[in-house]
Structure formats: structure tokens, C-alpha cells
């Protein structure tokens, strides 16, 4: 991915488990996956906002963008949405126009770069 002219972005489960090296999923990424799946909040550490990253608590914007749009086809985000704690997220989270499947809810999380959301749409 990236090297060698792969994918820009993976699109289904099976994609994202697929990296390898650096980019392959990490333990907290695979604990937002599966409680986005089974509907449940997925908490990242004690209950305090992360001030830098830690590899026990670190998303990529790109994974988190693609739950919060309802993942894919072999990877369904329960219709309660992303409810996300305690998390650091790496990366640009771009949600321009984009409009999120269930309800998003980031608690305490610390985002290293910037979140674009000009005419997002998100649920209560």
C-alpha cells in the first residue's frame, strides 16, 4: 500500500487486516473494529485524554473515517455508529461532505492533526 503503487485506502475488513509492517492493524484499531461491529463503546485506557501518542491507544483517521461512514460490505458498523474514548488519532480525519451511518460519538480523544468536517452530517 502506498509503496509499489498499492490501494489508497482500504475498503473492506478484509483489506485493512491484510497490511503488513507498520501499517497493519494495531491492538486498539482491532478493538474499535470490533466494538463497532457489536454496537458497544470502545474505551482506549483510563478515562483521561490522551496527551500524546501511545501505542495502546492510537487510530489511524483513515479507519476511523471509514467506520464513522459505516465501514464495508464485510465489515458492518452496528447502526449505533462509532462511540470512540480515550483515543489518539494519527492522520487527517477528512469528513467533507461525508455523512456518517449511526451516531459518532469521540470522547477525551486527542487528534494530532486537524478534522475537516465542512457539511458533514452527523446523527444524534
Known sequence: MGKGG???HPTTLK???A????PALNAAEKKLID???AGETCLLGDDE???GPDPDR???ADLLRWLILGGGKDCRVHERGVDLEGAYVVGHLDLNFAEAKGSTTLVNCTFAE???ARAAHFKL
Open 6 to 8: 498499492g490501494m489508497a
Open 15 to 17: 483489506e485493512w487486516q
Open 19 to 22: 497490511l503488513t509492517d507498520e
Open 35 to 37: 466494538a463497532c461491529r
Open 49 to 51: 485524554r490522551p496527551e
Open 58 to 60: 492510537t487510530i489511524r
Open 114 to 116: 486537524e478534522i475537516l
